[in-house]
């Protein structure tokens, strides 16, 4: 678990007032889609278990979380261009089901494409599964500070 106040940024020392919540975009493959021979130690079911856990750690961290689910389809690429569209990310996390899947390869560069496209001011960042979620936005979020 990551200390809260490495998450979002502190704006108490300079007197600012606060911003709205950095927003957070989680980007990764449905559970049932993704081939877990490429994830050892993973299932569909820990994912989504572990979904609650994870957004409750970021938005106690100040966060504004938002999910975006691909099919490993035709919609996928749109699916995420309606969720960039939508919001203004400060960061957009791709899951290791786009990223470690060897198959999904081609998926994981649309991905990354369409988000340096839509949301060129979000840090990217990239998880290995859903434990270190919360590490990898404030990996991405420290890229964002001056």
Known sequence: ???????????????????????VLLVGVDPALVDFRALPGLTAAEVRGARAEVDAELAAAGLTVERCV??????????????????DFTCVVIGA????????????ERVVNTVHRLAPEAAIGFNTDPADTADAVRRALATTRP
Do not use: H, I
């Not at 691909?70 to 919001?87: Q, Y």
């Not at 089901?97 to 994981?108: H, I, K, M, S, Y």
């Open 70 to 87: 691909l099919d490993l389809g035709a919609t996928a690429e749109a699916t995420l261009r309606r969720a960039l569209v939508d919001g």
């Open 97 to 108: 089901g786009v990223r470690v899947v060897p198959e999904n390869l081609p998926l994981f």
């Open 1 to 23: 678990m990551v200390p809260n106040d490495e998450l979002a940024s502190p704006t108490a020392e300079t007197g600012a007032t606060p911003a709205a919540a950095p927003r």
